[in-house]
T-cell receptor, first 109, second 114 residues
């Protein structure tokens, strides 16, 4: 069983702050790691992915990966109310994506 | 671009009935996936396919069947609906199963079994 753990939250941050979302995974064979955003009642949409140790930045989003610790995170800078959603971590292993339960983020205006 | 199209969007079934959830993609993607998402939970993989004629089980295949006769279509079949299958079902596709290719999701089918 491949486990993906995320703090379910809810995580609340004020507008303009940095939101930090964390994810740990059990399968050391995971090759890459995807972050999806899911608004209530909608399908997941890709934010970004990372497959090398270190940081990867895309606009206000930064993904961080530490394979030795089996840990991946997503930082959202200058959080906006439109960022309020559930964020799903999804390691990719052997043709399959394994999704965590997601972290619910609320950005307070 | 239509992307991934799922039909129907909503459906209510009675226990023991059967139905097929349709999924079609127009991006010529080889890989297709079926997930279910229960309230407050992440997505669980039911079945996936790496190309026409090839399917494989995911984490939660019991009670479901799939087929992949064409690249475009990947229907999911429920033979004997049970209340435990009440969920939101998402179909997704990706170009191929490599580590830097994200999935594209359909809008989902909301299924209730009473």
């Amino acid at each position: 069983q491949k486990e993906v753990e995320q703090n379910s939250g809810p995580l609340s941050v004020p507008e303009g702050a940095i939101a930090s979302l964390n994810c740990t995974y059990s399968d050391r064979g995971s090759q890459s790691f995807f972050w999806y955003r899911q608004y209530s009642g909608k399908s997941p949409e890709l934010i970004m992915f990372i497959y090398s140790n270190g940081d990867k930045e895309d606009g206000r989003f930064t993904a961080q990966l530490n394979k030795a610790s089996q840990y991946v995170s997503l930082l959202i800078r200058d959080s906006q109310p439109s960022d309020s959603a559930t964020y799903l971590c999804a390691p990719y292993t052997g043709n399959q994506f394994y999704f965590g339960t997601g972290t619910s983020l609320t950005v307070i205006p | 671009n239509a992307g991934v199209t799922q039909t129907p969007k909503f459906r209510i079934l009675k226990i023991g009935q059967s139905m097929t959830l349709q999924c079609a993609q127009d991006m010529n993607h080889n890989y297709m996936y079926w997930y279910r998402q229960d309230p407050g939970m992440g997505l669980k993989l039911i079945y996936y396919s790496v190309g026409a004629g090839i399917t494989d089980k995911g984490e939660v295949p019991n009670g479901y069947n799939v087929s992949r006769s064409t690249t475009e279509d990947f229907p999911l079949r429920l033979e004997l609906a049970a209340p435990s299958q009440t969920s939101v079902y998402f179909c997704a596709s990706s170009p191929q199963g490599v580590s830097n290719q994200p999935q594209h999701f359909g809008d989902g089918t909301r299924l209730s079994i009473l």
